[in-house]
């Protein structure tokens, strides 16, 4: 049995003095930063910048979060780097307003870290990886001497939740995340991807701002939640399982954790994670709004081309466009992996045959005009 410690620390608003006494309780709660920094060293803080949203979206980290941990950092002896590589395409030009929306700007500039605009590339092998034995990378991550991961509690359209594994995801380089949805568009393929990237950043210390999280259509589209906690370990995996019990989430919903259990990389169950700090208890949201996006497979694993269209096209989830708040800008079908997305007359039109469910359109619209919807079979399926 796995006993490595996960901090629980209530915090319920984002005011200075809160927040720094949860995360200076959160950090004593693991041993204290010289346990996992040496002074001198640069650490990257990887934080959730999955889009051009403002901190009270609950779409991305919060800045004071963010400025907080770096002030705390910085005034051990190391220095800070905060980055994030979003969805689309990864340049100087679209950092500097993604920094300035978000807050990043203000949470460096106040605390003395600097931002990431070392926008290059490189390929990596991955000798502990599962499927991915190489990676394409974004640069800067490899260019620190730690990474801490600097998540956001959310609930997602595709994998249920996202914490502080899928917030690796971010040292992909924006337009590779594409290649790697389409490459695995089955679930859990995608999930051991995930985790292979994790394991490559392999970050010393991992935190979740839930302090204000997102439930329903996450991680951009969804609706604010006052969670009210503040997570961190040194295990992403078994903060992701503790994450997943104060969202009321089981292994069986959720692929990625299933696929963490199954690869030993975290305790078997939720009940078995060593907590130190609050009481986990106190902080399970019952009521957690989770999307409901599961498909439905029951022709085995090579049905016949001709059900397998039926099926893709009137059986699964699918994204559908709200065209009185689409704004035209094209976002989702740049951002589309399988490119099945076409702009006509301003207006986004979608080959639901070749969707591979990664609903990467909802999650990087900018003005949250996709849903996702199940049909009604799917519903009763899924309730038998």
Same mark, same amino acid.
């Given at each position: 049995?796995?006993?490595?410690?996960?901090?629980?620390?209530?915090?319920?608003?984002?005011?200075?003095?809160?927040?720094?006494?949860?995360?200076?309780?959160?950090?004593?709660?693991?041993?204290?930063?010289?346990?996992?920094?040496?002074?001198?060293?640069?650490?990257?803080?990887?934080?959730?910048?999955?889009?051009?949203?403002?901190?009270?979206?609950?779409?991305?980290?919060?800045?004071?979060?963010?400025?907080?941990?770096?002030?705390?950092?910085?005034?051990?002896?190391?220095?800070?780097?905060?980055?994030?590589?979003?969805?689309?395409?990864?340049?100087?030009?679209?950092?500097?307003?993604?920094?300035?929306?978000?807050?990043?700007?203000?949470?460096?500039?106040?605390?003395?870290?600097?931002?990431?605009?070392?926008?290059?590339?490189?390929?990596?092998?991955?000798?502990?990886?599962?499927?991915?034995?190489?990676?394409?990378?974004?640069?800067?991550?490899?260019?620190?001497?730690?990474?801490?991961?600097?998540?956001?509690?959310?609930?997602?359209?595709?994998?249920?939740?996202?914490?502080?594994?899928?917030?690796?995801?971010?040292?992909?380089?924006?337009?590779?995340?594409?290649?790697?949805?389409?490459?695995?568009?089955?679930?859990?393929?995608?999930?051991?991807?995930?985790?292979?990237?994790?394991?490559?950043?392999?970050?010393?210390?991992?935190?979740?701002?839930?302090?204000?999280?997102?439930?329903?259509?996450?991680?951009?589209?969804?609706?604010?939640?006052?969670?009210?906690?503040?997570?961190?370990?040194?295990?992403?995996?078994?903060?992701?399982?503790?994450?997943?019990?104060?969202?009321?989430?089981? #292994? %069986?919903?959720?692929?990625?954790?299933?696929?963490?259990?199954?690869?030993? +990389? $975290?305790?078997? /169950? *939720?009940?078995?994670? !060593?907590?130190?700090?609050?009481?986990?208890?106190?902080?399970?949201?019952?009521?957690?709004?989770?999307?409901?996006?599961?498909?439905?497979?029951?022709?085995?694993?090579?049905?016949?081309?001709?059900?397998?269209?039926?099926?893709?096209?009137?059986?699964?989830?699918?994204?559908?466009?709200?065209?009185?708040?689409?704004?035209?800008?094209?976002?989702?079908?740049?951002?589309?992996?399988?490119?099945?997305?076409?702009?006509?007359?301003?207006?986004?039109? #979608? %080959?639901?045959?070749?969707?591979?469910?990664?609903?990467?359109?909802?999650? +990087? $619209?900018?003005? /949250? *005009?996709?849903?996702? !919807?199940?049909?009604?079979?799917?519903?009763?399926?899924?309730?038998?």
């Amino acid at each position: 049995m796995i006993t490595i410690l996960v901090s629980i620390e209530g915090c319920s608003h984002y005011e200075y003095d809160k927040v720094r006494l949860a995360i200076e309780k959160s950090i004593a709660n693991l041993g204290g930063l010289e346990k996992y920094l040496d002074k001198g060293e640069t650490v990257l803080l990887k934080v959730n910048l999955v889009m051009r949203k403002p901190p009270e979206s609950a779409a991305t980290t919060h800045p004071l979060f963010v400025q907080i941990l770096a002030e705390i950092i910085i005034a051990y002896g190391c220095q800070v780097v905060i980055g994030d590589s979003p969805g689309g395409p990864f340049n100087e030009m679209l950092l500097k307003p993604l920094y300035k929306t978000t807050g990043m700007t203000d949470a460096a500039l106040l605390s003395g870290g600097s931002l990431n605009y070392n926008t290059s590339v490189c390929e990596v092998e991955n000798p502990n990886g599962l499927l991915q034995k190489k990676l394409t990378v974004v640069a800067f991550a490899t260019n620190v001497d730690k990474i801490i991961s600097v998540a956001k509690l959310k609930s997602h359209c595709m994998t249920k939740m996202t914490g502080a594994v899928k917030n690796m995801f971010g040292i992909i380089p924006g337009t590779t995340k594409a290649e790697y949805h389409f490459d695995k568009p089955d679930i859990e393929n995608f999930a051991d991807c995930l985790i292979d990237i994790c394991l490559f950043g392999n970050p010393t210390l991992s935190f979740i701002d839930g302090i204000i999280g997102m439930e329903g259509h996450g991680p951009t589209g969804g609706t604010t939640r006052n969670t009210a906690v503040v997570l961190a370990s040194d295990n992403p995996f078994e903060l992701d399982l503790a994450m997943s019990k104060i969202m009321n989430l089981s #292994i %069986d919903e959720v692929p990625l954790l299933k696929r963490m259990v199954e690869r030993k +990389l $975290c305790s078997e /169950n *939720a009940d078995y994670v !060593k907590t130190v700090g609050d009481n986990i208890d106190k902080f399970i949201a019952k009521d957690f709004i989770i999307p409901k996006t599961n498909s439905v497979h029951f022709l085995g694993n090579n049905p016949p081309k001709i059900l397998k269209k039926l099926i893709q096209s009137n059986f699964q989830p699918k994204p559908v466009f709200k065209y009185s708040d689409c704004i035209g800008c094209g976002d989702c079908a740049l951002n589309c992996p399988a490119k099945i997305i076409t702009m006509k007359n301003r207006k986004p039109q #979608i %080959d639901l045959t070749k969707c591979i469910r990664c609903f990467c359109c909802q999650e +990087l $619209c900018p003005k /949250n *005009a996709v849903d996702i !919807k199940r049909p009604f079979i799917l519903k009763v399926l899924s309730k038998l």
